[in-house]
């Protein structure tokens, strides 16, 4: 196997999304309920997570831009209390600071270290996390979102597009995620070479097996390591960031 870069995804498989995702709720609910008390006791946290995902259902076309369905929701939520100018995008700030207040497993910050050192990184993500506010962005030679490229893992395209931006034939880029069907077959699909980031130690159950499976990114970093050592025709890639 000949690796040239890595794609990688980001929520949980860098850092566990859900607090964030916890916390973004809980202050976007604070904010209501100090300035907007009425949406506030009309939906409360759960409410508006329910609202969030039968947006969701209902707009199929936004099923790639999880920002625009919160944006919606907003809306949404406001519209039933009578009140037509929402707060959209004041809210919307609320909910994006706290969502990428992000803390890394232990293991990925020395990793990605490692790795971009040597090979370039390209970020492949549903989600609305920004590297650059999280503050990873210098790793990453690439950063491709599902609301940027129109389309969401597992569709092949957004793998394809990875591809042509590092200028490197999908065979020779690893993808590593922690979903076993938006990241491994998704990656499988598109041609890249996989590898499932199984932090849990459950058992593969979803069709052909991943070319590789780790139990954390340091375990990642370490195979790549003893690949570049023992494979002469893998280089350190010139400017790997």
């Known amino acids: 196997m000949q690796i040239h ?6 929520d949980d498989t860098l850092w566990p999304v859900l607090p964030a995702l916890i916390e973004a709720e809980r202050c976007v609910d604070a904010w209501l309920r100090e300035h907007h008390p009425t949406v506030a006791t009309a939906w409360p946290i759960e409410a508006m997570r329910e609202l969030r995902d039968r947006i969701a259902l209902e707009n199929t076309h936004l099923s790639h831009d999880f920002s625009e369905q919160r944006r919606l929701t907003i809306r949404h939520a ?4 009578g009140i037509d100018d929402a707060p959209v995008d004041e809210l919307w700030s609320i909910y994006f600071a706290a969502r990428n207040r992000v803390e890394l497993y232990p293991d ?10 040597h090979l370039p990184i390209a970020s492949i993500s549903n989600g609305n996390a920004d ?15 599902a609301s940027g490229e129109g389309v969401a893992k597992p569709h092949p395209q957004i793998f394809r597009a990875a591809a042509e931006r590092l200028g490197i034939a999908p065979q020779h880029i690893l993808h590593v995620g922690d ?5 491994v077959v998704g990656a499988r699909e598109a041609g890249l070479a996989t590898a499932w980031l199984n932090r849990t130690g459950e058992r593969w159950s979803h069709g052909p097996a991943p070319d590789l499976e780790f139990t954390d990114m340091t ?3 370490d195979w790549l390591d003893a690949l570049r050592a023992s494979d002469p025709s893998i280089h ?5 960031r």
């Open 5 to 10: 870069a890595v794609s990688l995804d980001l």
């Open 78 to 81: 406001f519209a039933a209390c």
């Open 108 to 117: 990925s910050l020395a990793a990605l270290e490692r790795i971009a050192a």
């Open 131 to 145: 590297l650059e506010v999280i503050g990873l962005d210098h790793f990453f030679r690439e950063r491709l979102s």
């Open 179 to 183: 979903d076993p069907l938006l990241d």
């Open 219 to 221: 375990a990642l970093a």
């Open 236 to 240: 350190t890639h010139p400017n790997a």
